[in-house]
């Protein structure tokens, strides 16, 4: 299949699991370009709402009479080889397609196509250069991995050549796009279902950086070891950030009550300007740095990147305020790998509060498996420490790991720890032991985030 394709607009398009974060953004831009669009998920979502109203064809529930006249199949890594869509599509020789793949395609359409990579942080980046990008007028083309509230939802359409978009490197599936900035904000070891280990994920980023035209720039975090690896191999042109180091430097740093950084940006030895950033947390200010440097490859002006900046309040479920109950601030962060929850606990350190109820649900059998004593280490700025079940979610129950092993670890470490079964037990707990001024913090990439609003919405 090739972007030739594409330009046919009397092409029927289908999307197995359509309601995706990333699927439902793909399906939008072909909307958008006149593609005929059908499409399958498990459960109806507000985001199918959003396609049925643009002209797409929703089934709920997977079944091969759900494929009509359709000329091309988009798929996920996370739909099983069962799937009986994808198995009529095989069967019936219909051109299949992964989502990476077709991302890909989508791509050569855009000269600045921007990929946002790393092991954490790359939702909240993208949605930093969403900002910056829409504050320009650039009219970019956006997917980014949750719902932002700028471009109410979690894509965007755009009519010029800028595409700003996420690029995750889980079966490398980033390998499939064609950047002309790449950026690599970290690399962690994760995944670990897939790659062999940390060095094996190292290599699939270089084949990223390498991706990149000669004319084009790779863009990483000073900080970082295996991210300058990667830097000093590529070909095309470089730039580098941090804090206190790189091209593009973070100095001054300063936090007020809220937890939020004022921060001088510099260009080697020239201060560009200050911002005043409305999220928490030194990741982001590592995050924001990462979007400076991109801003300024893309020619845009200082204004444009401040205001961008500084109106960005977060994506959903990165450090989002829940609500407030009784005193009791609520909220929710993603977080899932050891040191997105370092980070987190970091920023919430210094967020106004008492003491910090963690509620953290881990997220896959063989994350928790593979990284346990790295989780074991995660948890030192909370001052308790609730463990939901793990959330299974494309998995099954191997016996080798549990919630109750992670806790036990955490507990011989002196940390109060507690193991709760279901979302009513930790609601109950919550209820006998938060006061006003705590903050309670949900965590993880499942549904934990109903504990919040559980506690929140319970009389």
Known sequence: MSFDFLKDKNKKIHFIGIGGISMSGLAAIMLKNNFKVSGSDMKDSEILNKLRKKGAEIYI???????????????????????????????????????????????????????VSGTHGKTTSTSMLAHITLKAELDPTILVGAELDIIDGNFRTGNSEYFVTESCEYKKSFLKFFPYIGIILNIDADHLDYYKDIDHIESAFTEFGNLIPEDGYLIGYAGDPRVMNVVNKVKCSTLTYGIDCGD??????????????????????????????????????????????????????????????????????????????????????????????????????????????????????????????????????????????????????????????????????????????????????????????????????????????????NK
Request: proline letters at 3%; glycine letters at 8%; hydrophobic letters at 40%.
């Open 61 to 115: 529930g997977h079944s091969d009479k759900n494929i009509k006249d359709v000329d091309l199949v988009v798929y996920t890594a996370a739909v099983p080889k069962d799937n009986p869509e994808l198995q009529y599509s095989i069967e019936n020789q219909i051109p299949l397609m992964d989502r990476a793949e077709f991302l890909g395609e989508i791509m050569k359409g855009h000269k600045y196509n921007v990929a």
């Open 248 to 457: 593009i430097q973070g100095r001054n740093i300063s936090f007020n009550d809220k937890g939020q950084s004022h921060v001088d940006v510099y260009r080697n030895d020239e201060k560009l300007f200050s911002i005043v950033l409305g999220v928490p947390g030194n990741h982001n200010i590592l995050n924001a740095l990462s979007a400076v440097a991109t801003s300024l490859i893309l020619g845009i002006d200082h204004k444009a990147i401040i205001e961008g900046l500084e109106s960005f309040k977060g994506a959903h479920k990165r450090f989002e305020f829940k609500g407030e109950k009784k005193g009791i601030t609520v909220i929710d962060d993603y977080a899932h790998h050891p040191t997105e929850i370092k980070a987190t606990l970091d920023a919430a350190k210094n967020y106004p509060h008492n003491k910090i109820y963690c509620v953290f649900q881990p997220h896959t059998y063989s994350r928790t498996l593979a990284l346990l004593e790295d989780f074991t280490l995660s948890f030192d700025n909370a001052d308790e420490i609730l463990l939901m079940d793990i959330y299974a979610a494309r998995e099954k129950d191997t016996g080798l790991v549990s919630s109750d092993m992670l806790g036990d670890k955490i507990r011989k470490r002196g940390l109060k720890c507690t193991n709760l079964r279901n979302f009513d037990e930790a609601l109950t707990y919550l209820n006998s032991k938060a006061s006003k001024g705590d903050l309670i913090l949900t965590v993880g990439a499942g549904d934990v985030v109903k504990v919040g609003e559980m506690f929140l919405h």
